[in-house]
C-alpha cells in the first residue's frame, strides 16, 4: 500500500502523482496544506524531519524528496533507461532541476500565484526570473536535438522537468519563444496514462 503526503498546487508532489498514474499504481492521498503550516506540525515531522512535502509511505518506510520518490518507484521499470550512461544522464537532469531549474521557476510560481505577494517579493523576483530564463534555455537548447531529456526515451528525467516548466507561466515565465519546450510538452502530454497538475487521483 502506498500513501502520499500530498500539496495539490505543489509541482514536487505532482510529479509522484503523474508517474504513479503512469504506473498505474493505486494510492491513499493524503493532504498537507502547507499554507496553514500543517508540515511543521510534530506529527508530520515524524514522517519528514525537513518539514516538507511531498512524502511517500510504502511498506511501512516513509521516504522524501520528490526526485529520490521518482527514481524509487520507476526502479526496474522503463521510466529510467537501462545503461549506466543513460542512468547518469537522467539524475544529471534531475539534479539539474533541482539545483538550477526548479529553486527559480518554482519559488517565482509560489511568491506570485499561491501566496499572491509579488509586490513584497518584487527585488528578489528579478534574480529568479533570470536565472529561471537561464535554466530554460539550457532545455531549448538541448531539445534541438533531442526528443526527450535521455536517449530520446520518456523518463522520469522528463516528469521532474515538466512538473515546473509546464507552469512557469504562472510565475511570469513568457514560455511563447521557447518552440522546442512547448513541443516537447506536448509529447509529454500524449503520454498513457497523463494527468494534469490540477487532476484529483
Known amino acids: 500500500m502506498y500513501t502520499l503526503y500530498d500539496f495539490s498546487p505543489s509541482g514536487n508532489c505532482y510529479k509522484i502523482r503523474l508517474l504513479l498514474n503512469q504506473l498505474g499504481i493505486s494510492y491513499e492521498r493524503i ?28 511498506d511501512g518506510k516513509y521516504l522524501a524528496e520528490s526526485n ?18 543513460e542512468q547518469a544522464q537522467v ?5 539539474f532541476e533541482q ?7 518554482a519559488t517565482a510560481r509560489y511568491w506570485i500565484s499561491i501566496l499572491n505577494e509579488e509586490d513584497e ?47 512557469a507561466e504562472e510565475g511570469k515565465f513568457d514560455l511563447s519563444g521557447y518552440k522546442r519546450i512547448n513541443a516537447w510538452f506536448e509529447r ?6 497523463y494527468i494534469s497538475i490540477k487532476s484529483q487521483v
Open 68 to 85: 529520490a520518490i521518482l527514481w524509487y518507484l520507476a526502479a526496474h521499470t522503463d521510466f529510467i533507461p537501462k545503461g549506466n550512461y
Open 31 to 58: 493532504n498537507v496544506d502547507i499554507l496553514n503550516k500543517e508540515s511543521r506540525t510534530p506529527e508530520f515531522l515524524k514522517i519528514n524531519p525537513n518539514g516538507r512535502t511531498p512524502v511517500l509511505c510504502h
Open 91 to 95: 539524475l544529471q537532469w534531475m539534479f
Open 188 to 193: 509529454v502530454e500524449s503520454q498513457k496514462n
Open 99 to 105: 539545483f538550477s531549474h526548479e529553486p527559480n521557476i
Open 121 to 167: 517579493y518584487k527585488e528578489a523576483l528579478k534574480a529568479k526570473i533570470s536565472q529561471g530564463y537561464a535554466a530554460l534555455d539550457v532545455m531549448e537548447q538541448h531539445l534541438q536535438n533531442h526528443d526527450y531529456f535521455v536517449t530520446n526515451q520518456y523518463s522520469i528525467a522528463d516528469i521532474a522537468l515538466y512538473a515546473y516548466t509546464h507552469v
